[in-house]
Nanobody, 129 residues
């Protein structure tokens, strides 16, 4: 059974850190580009960061650049999102997604993201004092 499972979400104070994990089963992540997306209440899902499948190139949305870091551990079939200096506006459900496509169009193809092959079910991140 193919699935992506996110973990690591929770409640954190502003300025704090969390590390999200995205574990794959039923397929190997190294054949896919992996992205992290988030959806805040009342807002559309937006792309946060991705790591490409070919050369490991990374991309970050301006809102998280310098604070978030994406990485992958192919041996563990897992992708991580290290989130530092968290802000209340980072509060959202965070989803990981896998795409077999090259390039970046699949990541920017919102709100429907037709280029995504698999989605996780999400993990909630709440940044509040």
């Amino acid at each position: 059974q193919v699935q992506l499972v996110e973990s690591g979400g929770g409640l954190v104070q502003p300025g704090g850190s969390l590390r999200l994990s995205c574990a794959a089963s039923g397929f190997t992540l190294d054949g896919y580009a992996i992205g992290w997306f988030r959806q805040a209440p009342g807002k559309e899902r937006e792309g946060v960061s991705y790591i490409s499948k070919s050369d490991g190139r990374t991309y970050y949305a301006d809102s998280v650049k310098g604070r978030f870091t994406i990485s992958r551990d192919n041996a563990k079939n897992t992708v991580y999102l290290q989130m530092n200096s968290l802000k209340p506006e980072d509060t959202a459900v965070y989803y990981c997604a896998a795409s077999s496509r090259y390039g970046s169009s699949w990541f920017h193809d919102g709100p429907d993201y037709y280029g995504v092959d698999y989605w996780g079910k999400g993990t909630l991140v709440t940044v509040s004092s």
